[in-house]
């Protein structure tokens, strides 16, 4: 029996005791892994230090105490680090379970593309809900603030339509003119369904050499990711495809989504959110 910490509740101190169960067992822990590019494409980041980078004078004369500063992160992520799918246990049984895990997202130490030539590209599909504008502005100003880099960022609008119709042209984003959207309902970018043309998206990723994609949608959204990425490595274009789940957890591989808190929370903390979507940043730039 060990006392591991304590609390206080109910104006009393009360020590959260804990027991050793027996006849809980697993028959190990298999980590799903997940495809890296360097398998396919040689690294553009040799010898770039995996450091956050402060935000920049926007030209508003004010300028920045944090301007032309770096920092470290507390802490990088290695390559096992992992996150359990089957956190509920059952005692008794023969033999234990097979436990799954999926890998962490989160810095690395090193990285696989170069931030001061990368071209990113943001997009909203499907239905709308909660949210959609924290991510992405946070997408951008982890892009330019942390990453550092020093490409553009591509709004792909009115859904997988928008990487080719001449109705709806790409727009690009900034910190600047991401700063308050959050305060506003619906996606800047519009959203729609259907209008998924695997060539025509292609056509763009490579025209204007995107090596970041964010794809923020349901479960059908992320169907047609995966299409464009599998795509991308029979074409031999040099892109990481990151999916953003939108509404409920349709996709069981992970334990948060970006509406797991309200549309009220998420405006009140747009730092945690900022986080995750840093992680999965910097876990696309994974070697």
């Known amino acids: 029996m ?6 206080i509740s109910s104006r009393r101190c009360h020590k959260n005791i804990y027991h050793k169960k027996s006849g809980i067992n697993t028959d190990g822990v298999y980590l799903w892994e997940i495809e890296k590019l360097g398998k396919y494409f040689p690294s553009e ?13 926007t030209g508003s004369g004010q300028g920045d105490k944090f301007a032309e500063a770096h920092a470290k992160y507390n802490a990088l992520i290695g390559d096992h680090e992992c996150i359990l799918a089957n956190i509920r246990k059952k005692p008794g049984k023969s033999g234990g379970d097979v436990t799954r895990a999926y890998v962490r997202a989160g810095p690395r130490a090193a ?62 984003l900034t910190p600047e003119n991401v700063e308050n959207i959050h ?6 970018l519009g959203s729609s369904r259907g209008g998924f043309d695997i060539d025509k998206i292609c056509d763009f990723i490579k025209s204007n050499g995107i090596r970041h994609l964010y794809v923020i949608g349901g479960d059908g ?33 992970i334990a948060r989504y970006h509406t797991h808190r309200t549309n009220i929370n998420l405006k009140r903390h747009t730092s945690p959110l900022r ?13």
Request: proline share 5%; glycine share 12%; aromatic share 8%.
């Open 183 to 188: 305060h506003e309902g619906g996606t800047i």
């Open 45 to 57: 980041g040799a010898g770039i230090s995996n450091i956050m980078h402060a935000l920049k004078d």
């Open 221 to 253: 959204t992320h169907r047609g990711a995966f299409k464009i990425h599998e795509t991308c490595m029979e074409r031999g274009l040099h892109v990481a495809v990151a999916g953003i789940p939108k509404v409920r957890p349709s996709i069981s591989l």
């Open 275 to 287: 986080f995750h979507l840093c992680s999965i940043c910097f876990y696309l730039d994974h070697r």
């Open 111 to 172: 990285l696989h593309f170069n931030p001061k030539t990368v071209n990113a590209a943001i997009i909203t599909c499907g239905g709308l809900c909660p949210g959609l504008n924290n991510v992405v502005r946070e997408i951008t100003r982890a892009l330019y603030h942390l990453y550092g880099i020093q490409g553009k960022v591509y709004g792909i609008v009115g859904g997988y339509k928008g990487f080719y119709d001449p109705a709806t042209p790409p727009i690009i």
């Open 2 to 7: 060990h006392v591991l910490c304590s609390t």
